[in-house]
């Protein structure tokens, strides 16, 4: 995180916990739409998957 200093971080909010507390940090929270979280990672799991296809099994139904 030293070298990220002067620049903008997006972080989880989850994994603020894990931050330095050594460092300053200014914290913005945005609240968005659950569906507006999903499709970014909907799109990038697609383009994975076309790349490595043994990770869709991840994802898949066992049953």
Partial sequence: MQSMR???VKVVSSLLYYMPLSLPYKVI??????SEILAPQKKYLTV???IQ???QTMFSDSR
């Fill in 6 to 8: 002067g620049k903008a």
């Fill in 29 to 34: 929270f945005i609240r968005r739409d659950f």
């Fill in 48 to 50: 994975e998957a076309k």
């Fill in 53 to 55: 296809p043994s990770s």
